[in-house]
């Protein structure tokens, strides 16, 4: 295999793992929309809760940016969730808004789309479709 395959390759690989891992987060985002919206609770929901909260609103954002550097686009994945939750929750905490339980619907449902996106739709960086 000549060099220039090889690097096509990695491309490849890299574009089927980061659809997996869309794919997986979509599906914990649904799960959990479920959970939420059906009044289970439990272990599996607060481990599932923890990774809405530490991975899927960053991922939503970070994910469509492509950037090519694992390590860079995980600390990004986490930093984007966390400040994002802080800063929605400060909002509904100062407009005595607090409700925790909706803030987990609400981000689910908006994150549905870009995770979709990700994992099933091959968006090139114009924004074509590949």
Known sequence: MSRNASG???????LATRAFASGLLLGIDVLLLI????????????ALGLILGLVIPGWSIVGLLRLGNVP?????????????????AQIMM?????H??????????????????????RVDGNGGKK
């Open 72 to 88: 860079l686009e995980v600390s990004l994945t986490l930093a984007v969730s966390l400040a994002l939750l802080i800063a929605t």
């Open 8 to 14: 096509l390759s990695t491309v490849l690989d890299g």
């Open 35 to 46: 959970l939420t919206t059906s009044g289970v609770h439990g272990p599996v929901r607060f």
């Open 100 to 121: 925790p339980i909706t803030l987990e619907e609400l981000i689910c449902l908006a994150c549905i789309p870009s995770l979709f996106t990700q994992a099933f739709l």
């Open 94 to 98: 100062t407009f005595h808004l607090w």
